[in-house]
């Protein structure tokens, strides 16, 4: 069962994705060193050498994929200066960057589920307000879980 | 605001996310390609021809990716004949690929709200059963949306 393709889009032959958000968003992301980047930025890190040693990628890979996602306005880099040393830059999330995080947290579950074997996911995430534990989800806005075959495509109302 | 770590992931120094799953899926995902024959096979694309045509890629990459799909259990290799024809393969979703889709939408809804400018988004999302929208949602086992900033981040407890 996969899901159904609606209206225009029901004749396959018909069409292709040109216009496709997932592409232009892996178009963002295409590295994976970008978006263990973006993973560490979402744990807290800022810092140039803090990003790239946690993310174990080179200085030179980190240097050029922040400036990609600087350029992307994933992140934002702004100037800081420590006592008596050199300024230097630090990368911020931005509302871009921040809205990244039903991706990660997705990707997250689909790893903890199939790609840890026994030892299960390393990590737990939970609601800091209530305590209680965090999942991704696809649901309808009734509320209603939507697996694969209850969902329906179509071409959307281009905006007025 | 970012997500806060908690116990002994507190102190950022003292680890690096060397089990993460969100690096293993990537791991598997790593190329743009093979996102895109997901998306596909999500579509409801199985046969080769159609995958490697509607995901934009050449034929060489298409087997390449779907070698590495097929072997990573996102998809089932089956054999079909069509009469007069020698036997082909086809491609079908296993519970491993189906369960990407919160990944797909993901990407799709953060490329729909940041990547398509003017136009806005080129697909719209229906729960077939009951007709309403449908979008990827972090929420806790409360029924809380979780935004960054509440999301708390632990190491978690070993299976028994």
């Known amino acids: 069962m996969t899901a159904v393709l609606e209206g225009k889009l029901a004749d396959r032959d018909a069409w292709t994705a040109d216009r496709c958000s997932i592409a232009k968003a892996l178009d963002v992301l295409g590295t994976r060193s970008s978006f263990l980047l973006m ?21 030179a890979s980190a240097a050029a994929r922040l400036k990609e996602l600087t350029e992307h306005g994933l992140l934002e880099r702004r100037p800081y200066q420590e006592p008596g040393q050199r300024t230097r830059h630090e990368y911020v999330l931005t509302e871009k960057g921040r809205d990244l995080l039903p991706v990660a947290l997705a990707l997250m579950a689909w790893g903890d589920k199939h790609l840890t074997g026994s030892r299960g996911a390393p990590l737990a995430l939970r609601h800091r307000t209530c305590g209680s534990g965090v999942a991704v989800e696809v649901r309808c806005a009734e509320g209603h879980p939507v697996p694969l075959e209850e969902l329906g495509v179509r071409v959307a109302q281009p905006r007025r």
Request: hydrophobic share 35%; glycine share 14%.
């Open 39 to 59: 993973r560490e930025a979402f744990y807290g890190g800022r810092r140039f050498d803090d990003l790239a040693r946690r993310a174990g990628i080179t200085e």
